[in-house]
């Protein structure tokens, strides 16, 4: 990543922090929402443009320096190792996925039938695999980068889909902040991508709100699963009465 490309992504990043979204910016900045959108996009912003929107949130050019060479350092996927010893112990990949959606050590505690000697040699475990460094009075700072994602058809994906997907979606999703939406259609290969492009971009948006909300109560806050899934597929007893099983669903 270049490093003008480094600095826009942690000024972006900064900006969801301060809770700044495109239109607060192009407001402020006496310019169009689309205008800021496409500024960004193309990550193409001048020195004069970084320090105006870096002083929206009393941030200096410095500060974001130092953002960037922080995010450059923090982890994007873990390696195959990292997460088949995560899904070998309940308890650390309990502490790990706790840790990466921010709760403290002592939340964790509250909450869960852990003692406090066990808890701390499970962080420090995931300390040494460079998950989270524990820090003193056993505070935790994530490691992982905002753009974080498990490895494609690895370790963890695997446990999900033997251990975790089927109870997941044994629900009828009628509760109190719960959603399931099914459409069927014929789409073409360019509709497919499009859509493929906007449920990337909600699960940046997921993360993005999971990291804004880090600052509210953790009692106020609910331990919510995204899970948004697009392929070609028709069912096994449609399937079976195919003529022709080569061809492709309709």
Known sequence: MSQASALVDALKSALRRHG?????????????ESSVKRMF????????RLEQVCGLMGLEIADLFELAHQAEKRITELSEEQERELVSDAKVLLAAVLAINHWSADQILETYRI?????VRTLTRLDKMRIIDLMPDNRIKVRLARNFTWRKAGPIQRFF??????DFFESSFLGKNE?????NGSLSQRSIELLQDHMRRIAEEFDSLVGADRH??????IGTSLVMAIRPWEPN?????????SSRAA
Request: charge should be positive; charged fraction near 40%.
């Open 41 to 48: 996009a193309r990550k193409k912003l001048s020195l004069g």
């Open 237 to 245: 007893l449609f399937a079976e009465l195919r003529r022709d099983r």
């Open 179 to 183: 959603l399931r939406v099914i459409v």
């Open 161 to 166: 889909e033997e251990r975790l997907q089927q």
């Open 216 to 221: 509210v109560d953790h009692a106020d806050r």
């Open 115 to 119: 003692s406090k000697a066990e808890l």
């Open 20 to 32: 700044q979204t495109y239109f607060d910016v192009a407001r402020r900045l006496g310019l169009s």
